[in-house]
Structure formats: structure tokens, C-alpha cells
């Protein structure tokens, strides 16, 4: 389903709220790395997300090596950053 991009001003207000996200140097997305103790915090990190993910019907580009967790938030309905990597961000800020 169609869904806006964020204009500038919104996508800096937001960014600013966002602890920890910041663009991405080559693409319309926000990322942020999350490190644990071991790889199984980490892969308790993810099914939380995971489930996340599944009740917003918004998705992650992910990566995970050992501790490590990479996320990126974009749009693919909107080909591009839209509110609702906004509110994923938040929702997993929040976990
Ligand atoms: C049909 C389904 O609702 C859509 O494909 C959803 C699923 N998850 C999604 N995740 C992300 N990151 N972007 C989308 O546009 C998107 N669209």
C-alpha cells in the first residue's frame, strides 16, 4: 500500500527523537547497531523484533554476526523513509 516519504523537515525532527538512529550514508533508510553480551541476548533481541515487526506489518533489513545486530528502516512501499520506520524505531527503542 502507497504511504508518503517523510519532507526534510520531518525526517530531521524525527531523526533528532530517534535515540541512537541516524541515515544512512547511501540510501533513504535509518540504521542503528545494537551490541550485546553474547549471540544468544542477541538473538532474543531479534524474535522481540521479529514479533514486532509482525504486529506493525513493517520489516527490518537486518544482519546479525554473534553479539551484533544491524538494522535498517526503510519503506519499500514508499521507496524511501516514511513514518512507519518512525514507528518501528520507537517501538524497538522501547524493547
Ligand atoms: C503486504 C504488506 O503489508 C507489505 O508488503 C508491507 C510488509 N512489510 C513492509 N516492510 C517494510 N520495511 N516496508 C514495506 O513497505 C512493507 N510493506
Not at 531523526?15 to 544468544?40: N, P, Q, V, Y
Not at 531479534?46 to 546479525?64: C, I, Y
Amino acid at each position: 500500500m502507497a504511504v508518503e516519504k517523510l519532507s526534510d523537515s520531518e525526517r530531521k525532527n524525527w531523526l533528532a527523537a530517534l535515540d541512537g538512529w541516524a541515515m544512512a550514508s547511501d540510501r533513504d533508510a535509518i540504521e542503528r547497531t545494537f551490541k550485546f553480551a553474547d549471540f544468544s541476548e542477541a538473538w532474543g533481541f531479534m524474535n522481540r523484533v521479529a514479533l514486532l515487526a509482525e504486529t506493525h506489518d513493517h520489516h527490518p533489513e537486518w544482519s546479525n554476526v554473534y553479539n551484533t545486530v544491524e538494522i535498517a528502516l526503510t519503506t519499500h512501499d514508499a521507496d524511501g523513509l516514511s513514518m512507519r520506520d518512525v514507528e518501528m524505531a520507537k517501538a524497538i527503542n522501547a524493547l
